[in-house]
T-cell receptor, first 113, second 114 residues
Framework: LAKTTQPVSMDSYEGQEVNITCSHN???????ITWYQQFPSQGPRFIIQ?????VTNEVASLFIPADRKSSTLSLPRVSLSDTAVYYC??????????????WGLGTSLAVNP | KAGVTQTPRYLIKTRGQQVTLSCSPI?????VSWYQQTPGQGLQFLFE???????NKGNFPGRFSGRQFSNSRSEMNVSTLELGDSALYLC?????????????FGSGTRLTVV
C-alpha cells in the first residue's frame, strides 16, 4: 500500500501561489497521483490527477519529477475560498480489487486576507 | 445530475444504541465506499461495496457493518455505540471503485454519541 507524506498545515495570503508537496517514496510503476480538496463539513472532491511531468487544469497544476517519489500541487493566486484540506492519493488504477485508499490527514491550507 | 445523498445529515445518539446511516450513490455508480473522519485520525476507510458485495474492508471492529442493495444504495450500521464513534461519516460513490479520480463524496452524516 502506497503511503504519502504531506505537511500538516500551510498558511498563505490572497493572490499568492501555493505549492503543496507530497512524498510517496514507494510509488509503483502503474500508480497515479491524485489530489482531492475538502471544505469543512463536506466530502472531498477531486482536483487533479497525473502520472508524470506536468498536468494543468482550470483549478490547479500538478508537477511530478522524473523519479515520481514526490509531487507538488500548485494553486495559482489563491483566494479565501481555497481554504481547505488537500489530500494526496497514490494508487494503481488497474488494481484488480481491494484497494484500501490511505487518505491520511492531508494538508490544511489557510488563506488569509 | 444528482450527487451523492447521505441521510441523515446530523444524528445524536447515546452510548449503547445503534445507528443506521444511508447513502444513495450517483445513478449508474456501482461502488460505494464508507469513511469515518475525525479531527485526529483524518479519513479512515471503513468498507467498500460493489454490486451488493463487500469488496474491501478497513480495520474497524465488527460493530461497524454495511450492506448494499440492488439499486446500489448502501447503508452502514454501528451497534453498541461508543463515545469514540462520534465522527463525520462519509460515503463515496464511483462507477467501478478503481479510478482514483472517480470518487464523488456526499456531504456526510455528523454523528454525535453522548
Amino acid at each position: 500500500l502506497a503511503k504519502t507524506t504531506q505537511p500538516v498545515s500551510m498558511d498563505s495570503y490572497e493572490g499568492q501561489e501555493v505549492n503543496i508537496t507530497c512524498s510517496h517514496n514507494n510509488i509503483a510503476t502503474n500508480d497515479y497521483i491524485t489530489w482531492y480538496q475538502q471544505f469543512p463539513s463536506q466530502g472531498p472532491r477531486f482536483i487533479i490527477q497525473g502520472y508524470k511531468t506536468k498536468v494543468t487544469n482550470e483549478v490547479a497544476s500538478l508537477f511530478i519529477p522524473a523519479d515520481r517519489k514526490s509531487s507538488t500541487l500548485s494553486l495559482p493566486r489563491v483566494s479565501l475560498s481555497d481554504t481547505a484540506v488537500y489530500y494526496c492519493l497514490v494508487g494503481d488504477p488497474g488494481t484488480g480489487n481491494n484497494r484500501k485508499l490511505i487518505w491520511g490527514l492531508g494538508t490544511s491550507l489557510a488563506v488569509n486576507p | 445530475k444528482a450527487g451523492v445523498t447521505q441521510t441523515p445529515r446530523y444524528l445524536i445518539k447515546t452510548r449503547g444504541q445503534q445507528v443506521t446511516l444511508s447513502c444513495s450513490p450517483i445513478s449508474g455508480h456501482r461502488s460505494v465506499s464508507w469513511y469515518q473522519q475525525t479531527p485526529g485520525q483524518g479519513l479512515q476507510f471503513l468498507f467498500e461495496y460493489f454490486s451488493e458485495t463487500q469488496r474491501n474492508k478497513g480495520n474497524f471492529p465488527g460493530r461497524f457493518s454495511g450492506r448494499q442493495f440492488s439499486n446500489s444504495r448502501s447503508e452502514m450500521n454501528v451497534s453498541t455505540l461508543e463515545l469514540g464513534d462520534s465522527a463525520l461519516y462519509l460515503c463515496a460513490s464511483s462507477q467501478s471503485g478503481r479510478r482514483l479520480d472517480g470518487y464523488t463524496f456526499g456531504s456526510g452524516t455528523r454523528l454525535t454519541v453522548v
